[in-house]
């Protein structure tokens, strides 16, 4: 792989001159794929560090003044789902051998079910998704 000029990027074309460019022009396609996806995972990432922070403030306050709003309660219960779902899917992925491949599996299968295994930030219908 060449080196561009002028840039940290490397070039992927290294069937340019052979008949092999569509493989080249999937490799493209793939690696641009990648991206994408790892960029709406960390977008979603910095929201669900967000709302965890909020949701900390929250009980922090239940705890030192012991009410809080029922605004605030239902964000507080909803962050505690997101975060235990978060678990819920980290943990075995650290854990268990293979779990990159299951668990795309078993998120999908749930999805048709109608469960959401995901955190709200990592819903494509979340307002909070779209955010940075």
Known sequence: M??????????????????????????????NNVLLIFRRVMIGLRTE????KQATKIAIKYISKGS?????EFELRQQV?????TLGIGVPFALIPGASILIPILIKVAQKKGINLLPSAFDDNSKDSVDN
């Open 2 to 31: 060449d080196k561009k000029p002028d840039s940290n990027e490397y070039e992927i074309d290294i069937f340019k001159n052979t008949s092999n460019i569509d493989f080249s022009e999937k490799i493209k396609i793939k690696r």
């Open 49 to 52: 560090t967000r709302e965890t």
């Open 68 to 72: 809080i709003t029922k605004e605030e």
């Open 81 to 85: 789902y997101d975060v235990l779902k």
